[in-house]
Nanobody, 127 residues
Framework: QVHVVESGGGLVQSGGSLRLSCAASGRIFSGYVMGWFRQAPGKEREFLAARSWSTSSTTYADSVKGRFAISRDNAKNTVDLQMNSLKPEDTAVYYC????????????????????WGQGTQVTVSS
């Protein structure tokens, strides 16, 4: 069983930055993929970024490319999402997810790739 827990959400002003962390525990193997998604009120859940647990392979949604960066902290065993130049429309609940089958980065945006989801962390960007 794999567990993922998000942290780092909060309230930030427009133009500011936040860093979210996803702590993964359990049987995470090299073939896993770690992804970040978000869901704003009244909207569907949206893919943001994902990376291979063991390689540098990453994928970003066009909406966040250049503003968000996903990385792995080996010392802390976390996958982090650095969010810069935040906008009010970035306000949402942010979720981390883990998928056990890395079939290639072209599939990283598919929710069906991910079996394990965190409870989410709220990010609010004020104007």
């Amino acid at each position: 069983q794999v567990h993922v827990v998000e942290s780092g959400g909060g309230l930030v002003q427009s133009g500011g930055s936040l860093r979210l962390s996803c702590a993964a525990s359990g049987r995470i193997f090299s073939g896993y993929v770690m992804g970040w998604f978000r869901q704003a009120p009244g909207k569907e859940r949206e893919f943001l970024a994902a990376r291979s647990w063991s390689t540098s392979s990453t994928t970003y949604a066009d909406s966040v490319k250049g503003r968000f960066a996903i990385s792995r902290d080996n010392a802390k065993n976390t996958v982090d999402l650095q969010m810069n130049s935040l906008k009010p429309e970035d306000t949402a609940v942010y979720y981390c997810a883990a998928g056990p089958y890395d079939s290639g980065s072209i599939y990283y945006g598919r929710e069906t790739l991910y079996d394990y989801w965190g409870q989410g962390t709220q990010v609010t960007v004020s104007s």
